[in-house]
């Protein structure tokens, strides 16, 4: 009888336990338990940051953040809670299902399993990488890259943990998951990479909210920002004055932590709440950085060697902006700027746009399709003395027309009209009418499709592997590599533009960024995006143009071009 007593009292304990639970706050605190390296029951003693967060319960949430500031742990909580508590359904998604998903399964979720009791039990079935169930709830693991992996899964929450490394397709594909859910909601989270692109771009729209905190020296309520909060003792990591780097408010500039004392900062940011820039807003963004942490991240003199090697490291330097500040940056050089375009405006003749010399140099074009075909013409002069079998790299070619019109139709005329030798056009999204416009005009048109698995600026024609009629007009080529070449022309002053650029043809070509993420060995890979906000069709017009010319030059100043 008295075991009966006990079992009665500790369901009925349980019970109002669980009524209690109106937040993933109090589940947090009443469930999770941690491992190192702060272990045992969970608390936001260590990350004060993340309590505002576990209690918002708004249905949109940004977390723009630097690396290891707990948001992950957070985006499991929230997970937990909603299955547990709300009995929904949850989608997580991560960049990539190899090695991410199944690195995060095995590192991450089942070792919070292992060391609760309480999800131990709630949980029925683990063993699926990519599906976990609870009672009537699932949990659902997936990579971004595989659009059918995110298809035909109806669920309440979602999140999406690293956006910025996703396919900004896919992204929105994910997000129609939760159309049609009585209660939806979703999480994003990433590190930054520049500004109004992925993760900045949704913290943007949302209320842009601070933490802040009360100054133990000064007493007033501030906050930790770049540059002013990080004191950087030394100028090499060969000094030895770097050691005593620290973090110093910004309004009274005492030091608040160094080397010795910033694992015990925690105590300080116990005062801090979250500020919002743009209060009422209908999503709530949370941004903080790695100044805050009581980890090892956040020690100032670890934070210190990373600003010096992003000195004289473009690498380097994106890394400390995103993944220790939480800051969108773009490193000097990896965009084309207005003094840029100037530059190339004064190389040779100042000559205006449009205008047909009809001069025999050699022509190409090229043609990127959007909900319009955006056109560029250059003339090339091989150059005399030639000192290496690239000539993409010794020739400077002049842009002669920048234009767009609205049908493949149009593009014949131009052929003619410009006396085109070799043309280059987007495969995609209109890659039959692009074949017939190949068709009209054999061997002077080819259809171009960035690809894997070709390096440099090698081509690759697959008339050789034809599969279907396509192929036949085809080549693959490294979008990298050739964006590489031909927007660097514009930096380094390599191609002649016309005196009347108009301010949407220079847009495109400053929209397109060149950005370095690590690849699964981190390693720092380059590649090219753009803001939500912008296009970039004239800049693949141009790289298209320059992949011709190699084209133009196989085929000689002599063939002419019939309609």
């Given at each position: 009888?008295?075991?009966?007593?006990?079992?009665?009292?500790?369901?009925?304990?349980?019970?109002?336990?669980?009524?209690?639970?109106?937040?993933?706050?109090?589940?947090?605190?009443?469930?999770?338990?941690?491992?190192?390296?702060?272990?045992?029951?969970?608390?936001?003693?260590?990350?004060?940051?993340?309590?505002?967060?576990?209690?918002?319960?708004?249905?949109?949430?940004?977390?723009?953040?630097?690396?290891?500031?707990?948001?992950?742990?957070?985006?499991?909580?929230?997970?937990?809670?909603?299955?547990?508590?709300?009995?929904?359904?949850?989608?997580?998604?991560?960049?990539?299902?190899t090695p991410d998903?199944?690195?995060?399964?095995?590192?991450?979720?089942?070792?919070?399993?292992?060391?609760?009791?309480?999800?131990?039990?709630?949980?029925?079935?683990?063993?699926?990488?990519?599906?976990?169930?609870?009672?009537?709830?699932?949990?659902?693991?997936?990579?971004?890259?595989?659009?059918?992996?995110?298809?035909?899964?109806?669920?309440?929450?979602?999140?999406?943990?690293?956006?910025?490394?996703?396919?900004?397709?896919?992204?929105?594909?994910?997000?129609?998951?939760?159309?049609?859910?009585?209660?939806?909601?979703?999480?994003?989270?990433?590190?930054?990479?520049?500004?109004?692109?992925?993760?900045?771009?949704?913290?943007?729209?949302?209320?842009?909210?601070?933490?802040?905190?009360?100054?133990?020296?000064?007493?007033?309520?501030?906050?930790?920002?770049?540059?002013?909060?990080?004191?950087?003792?030394?100028?090499?990591?060969?000094?030895?004055?770097?050691?005593?780097?620290?973090?110093?408010?910004?309004?009274?500039?005492?030091?608040?932590?160094?080397?010795?004392?910033?694992?015990?900062?925690?105590?300080?940011?116990?005062?801090?709440?979250?500020?919002?820039?743009?209060?009422?807003?209908?999503?709530?963004?949370?941004?903080?950085?790695?100044?805050?942490?009581?980890?090892?991240?956040?020690?100032?003199?670890?934070?210190?060697?990373?600003?010096?090697?992003?000195?004289?490291?473009?690498?380097?330097?994106?890394?400390?902006?995103?993944?220790?500040?939480?800051?969108?940056?773009?490193?000097?050089?990896?965009?084309?700027?207005?003094?840029?375009?100037?530059?190339?405006?004064?190389?040779?003749?100042?000559?205006?746009?449009?205008?047909?010399?009809?001069?025999?140099?050699?022509?190409?074009?090229?043609?990127?399709?959007?909900?319009?075909?955006?056109?560029?013409?250059?003339?090339?002069?091989?150059?005399?003395?030639?000192?290496?079998?690239?000539?993409?790299?010794?020739?400077?070619?002049?842009?002669?027309?920048?234009?767009?019109?609205?049908?493949?139709?149009?593009?014949?005329?131009?052929?003619?009209?410009?006396?085109?030798?070799?043309?280059?056009?987007?495969?995609?999204?209109?890659?039959?009418?692009?074949?017939?416009?190949?068709?009209?005009?054999?061997?002077h048109v080819h259809?171009?499709?960035?690809?894997?698995?070709?390096?440099?600026?090698?081509?690759?024609?697959?008339?050789?592997?034809?599969?279907?009629?396509?192929?036949?007009?085809?080549?693959?080529?490294?979008?990298?590599?050739?964006?590489?070449?031909?927007?660097?022309?514009?930096?380094?002053?390599?191609?002649?533009?016309?005196?009347?650029?108009?301010?949407?043809?220079?847009?495109?070509?400053?929209?397109?960024?060149?950005?370095?993420?690590?690849?699964?060995?981190?390693?720092?890979?380059?590649?090219?995006?753009?803001?939500?906000?912008?296009?970039?069709?004239?800049?693949?017009?141009?790289?298209?143009?320059?992949?011709?010319?190699?084209f133009a030059v196989?085929?000689?100043?002599?063939?002419?071009?019939?309609?």
């Amino acid at each position: 009888m008295h075991l009966l007593q006990n079992l009665i009292a500790e369901r009925v304990a349980s019970g109002f336990k669980r009524k209690s639970i109106v937040s993933c706050a109090k589940w947090a605190e009443s469930y999770r338990i941690m491992g190192n390296p702060f272990p045992g029951p969970w608390t936001f003693n260590y990350h004060p940051w993340l309590k505002e967060m576990h209690e918002c319960d708004c249905d949109n949430i940004v977390g723009q953040k630097s690396a290891q500031m707990g948001y992950t742990e957070f985006a499991l909580n929230l997970a937990f809670y909603s299955m547990d508590i709300k009995g929904i359904d949850v989608l997580y998604v991560l960049p990539a299902k190899t090695p991410d998903a199944a690195d995060f399964s095995a590192s991450r979720f089942n070792p919070a399993i292992e060391s609760s009791t309480h999800l131990t039990r709630f949980f029925s079935d683990v063993q699926n990488i990519g599906h976990k169930r609870a009672g009537n709830s699932n949990l659902f693991i997936r990579g971004s890259k595989s659009r059918s992996a995110l298809k035909s899964i109806p669920v309440g929450l979602i999140i999406l943990d690293e956006l910025d490394e996703m396919p900004k397709a896919n992204v929105t594909l994910a997000l129609e998951r939760t159309a049609g859910q009585r209660q939806r909601q979703n999480l994003k989270l990433s590190t930054p990479t520049f500004n109004d692109f992925g993760i900045n771009f949704f913290y943007n729209l949302s209320t842009q909210e601070h933490f802040f905190f009360i100054c133990p020296k000064c007493k007033r309520f501030t906050e930790l920002l770049f540059p002013e909060c990080l004191k950087v003792t030394a100028d090499t990591l060969s000094d030895p004055k770097l050691k005593y780097s620290y973090i110093r408010c910004k309004d009274c500039k005492r030091k608040l932590w160094d080397s010795e004392s910033y694992s015990h900062k925690w105590k300080d940011l116990r005062t801090g709440r979250f500020v919002a820039a743009y209060p009422g807003r209908e999503s709530r963004g949370f941004y903080v950085n790695q100044m805050l942490s009581s980890a090892i991240a956040g020690n100032p003199v670890e934070l210190a060697g990373k600003y010096i090697k992003g000195l004289s490291n473009p690498a380097d330097e994106q890394e400390f902006y995103n993944s220790a500040l939480g800051l969108p940056h773009i490193p000097e050089g990896a965009s084309i700027t207005d003094e840029h375009l100037v530059e190339c405006r004064k190389i040779g003749t100042v000559f205006k746009n449009g205008v047909n010399t009809n001069r025999d140099g050699i022509r190409t074009m090229g043609v990127d399709i959007g909900k319009v075909l955006h056109v560029q013409i250059d003339e090339w002069k091989l150059p005399n003395r030639r000192y290496t079998t690239d000539l993409n790299i010794e020739a400077v070619p002049k842009c002669l027309y920048f234009t767009k019109v609205h049908d493949f139709k149009e593009l014949d005329i131009l052929m003619a009209e410009w006396k085109i030798i070799h043309c280059v056009v987007d495969k995609h999204p209109e890659h039959r009418t692009a074949y017939e416009f190949a068709c009209r005009f054999p061997g002077h048109v080819h259809l171009c499709f960035y690809a894997r698995g070709v390096s440099g600026k090698q081509i690759h024609e697959m008339k050789d592997k034809v599969t279907d009629v396509l192929d036949a007009y085809t080549i693959h080529v490294d979008r990298t590599a050739w964006l590489d070449l031909r927007l660097g022309r514009y930096k380094r002053k390599a191609i002649h533009l016309p005196l009347d650029l108009s301010e949407e043809y220079k847009e495109q070509l400053k929209a397109m960024v060149r950005i370095l993420s690590p690849d699964p060995d981190g390693n720092p890979v380059a590649r090219y995006d753009k803001s939500e906000n912008s296009m970039d069709h004239y800049g693949h017009a141009s790289t298209y143009s320059e992949i011709a010319f190699p084209f133009a030059v196989s085929l000689g100043e002599s063939h002419s071009i019939q309609i």
